[in-house]
C-alpha cells in the first residue's frame, strides 16, 4: 500500500476541543496516520492529494443499520412503526435470501461510503451474506445476528439464531486484524422473554462480545413493557444480565430519568436515530439529559426503510437541531458535540475508541476528505458549522479505510455498483415484489 499525503488540508481532528487545523499536512503510512503537521514531511514519495479548498476528517461511524433493507428504500412510508413493521416489513422480509441480502448490503455499504461512513453497526440476519459484502468492500463493520423468540419453547444448544450467532462468533470475528467484528444481538424486549435474554447475555459477557439492542423506541413498546413486568425495557433487561458487556442500545426515545440513571451506571452506549424516530412518530430521544448522566451518544441511521438515506451528515444536522426546538435552548447540541456523535462517540460505541474516531498519529487512517467549494460550502466562516449545517453526504470526494482509498469522485475501487445495481434489477426486486 502506497503512504498518501494530504496537502494544505484543512485538518478536523475530533481531538479536543479546537479541532481545526488549516493548512496542515496530514501522512498516511502503513494503513495508519502518522503525523499531522504544519509542513510537509521531509523526502516523501508516495501519492500526493492535493487538499487547498477541502476539508479532511475522521470517517464517519454509523451505530445502528439494517444495511441489506436498503433494497426496500421507500417501500412503505408515512406509517406508525408497529403497523410499517407488521403489515409491511416483516411481509416482505419472509422473501429474502442470502442473494438478496447480499445485494442489498453491497448497495447500503456503497451508498454509506459515498457520503462519509467507514464503519458500521449492524443487526440483521443472512448475516454470513452481510459480511460478504463488508469482506468485499474494505469498511469496516460490528455484525450482530438479531435473536427474537416468541415462545416458551427454548433451547441456546437449537435456537436458529443463538446457532449462527455462535458460529459467526467463531468463524468471522476479528477478521482482517479487527476490521470485522461480531456481537451479540436481542432483537428487543417485545420480540422475545427472559429466556433468551439471559442465555445471550451470558454467551455475550463470557466471550467478550458486544450487545446490539433496540430499547424504548416507542411509547407503546416502553408501556407495554411496565404492564407486563412492572419494569421498563432498559430495567427489566438488566435484571437478566442484558448490559454486562459493551453495550449498544438504539433509539431510547422513551427512557425515563431512572433508564438513564441505569444506563449510565452500566455504560451503555446510545444510538441516536433522529431521523428514523422523527419519520416514524417515534419521538425525540432525550439526547442532551443521555449527555448531561456522562452517557455516550452515537448517531445511527436505522435502516434505509425506515429513513431513506444512510448520509449521516443528514443525521448530524437532525440531531444538532431538534434538541434545539424541543428545549428551547439553542446550545441544547452544540455543532461539535453533533459531530463527536458521528465520529470519536461512533468508535468508542464500537469498542474501537483506540484505532478510530480521531485523527491523531498511530490511529487507522480512516478518513473523509470533502469539497468545501461547493456554493453551500461558500463562505466558510467556522469549519465545523459548515460541517454540521451545510454539508452534504454528496461533498465526500475521498473516502478511505486503514489508507486505503474505497471512494474517490464518484468511483469505487472495491464494489462493481453496476454489477450491483443488476443484481437488483435482475434478481432482488422480481424475488420480493414479483
Known sequence: MRDTLFENVTAVTM?????????????????????????????????????????????????????????????????????????????????????????????????????????????????????????????????????????????????????????????????????IRIEASIHAEYTSNPKLWAAVAEYAAENGLGMHVHLSETRKEHEDCIAKYGASPAAILDRYGVWGTRAVAAHCVRVTGDDMDLLAARGVNVAHNPVSNLKLASGIAPVPALLARGINVALGTDSVASNNSHDLFEEIKTAALIHKGASGDPRAVSALDALRLATFNGARAQGRADECGRMVPGMDADLILLDFDRPHLVPCHNVVSNLVYSARGSDVVLTMVRGRILYRDGAFTTIDLPRVRRELEDYVLPTLFG
Open 15 to 179: 481531538d479536543g476541543d479546537t479541532p481545526v487545523r488549516p493548512d496542515s499536512y496530514v501522512l498516511v503510512s502503513g494503513g495508519r496516520i502518522a503525523s499531522v503537521t504544519d509542513s510537509p514531511p521531509p523526502d516523501f514519495s508516495g501519492e500526493r492529494i492535493d487538499g487547498r479548498g477541502k476539508v479532511l476528517l475522521p470517517g464517519l461511524v454509523n451505530c445502528h443499520t439494517h444495511i441489506p433493507m436498503t433494497v426496500l428504500r421507500g417501500y412503505a412510508d408515512d406509517y406508525d412503526l408497529q403497523t410499517w413493521l407488521t403489515k409491511y416489513i416483516f411481509p416482505v422480509e419472509a422473501k429474502l435470501d442470502g442473494r438478496c441480502v447480499r445485494a442489498g448490503a453491497l448497495l447500503g455499504i456503497a451508498e454509506a461510503l459515498a457520503s462519509g461512513t467507514t464503519s458500521f453497526t449492524d443487526m440483521y440476519y443472512f448475516c454470513d451474506d452481510i459480511l460478504a459484502a463488508v469482506e468485499e468492500s474494505g469498511i469496516k463493520a460490528n455484525v450482530s445476528r438479531g435473536t427474537s423468540l416468541f415462545s416458551e419453547d427454548f433451547s441456546f444448544e437449537s435456537h436458529p439464531g443463538c446457532v449462527e450467532m455462535r458460529r459467526l462468533h467463531r468463524e468471522w470475528d476479528g477478521r482482517d486484524g479487527g476490521r
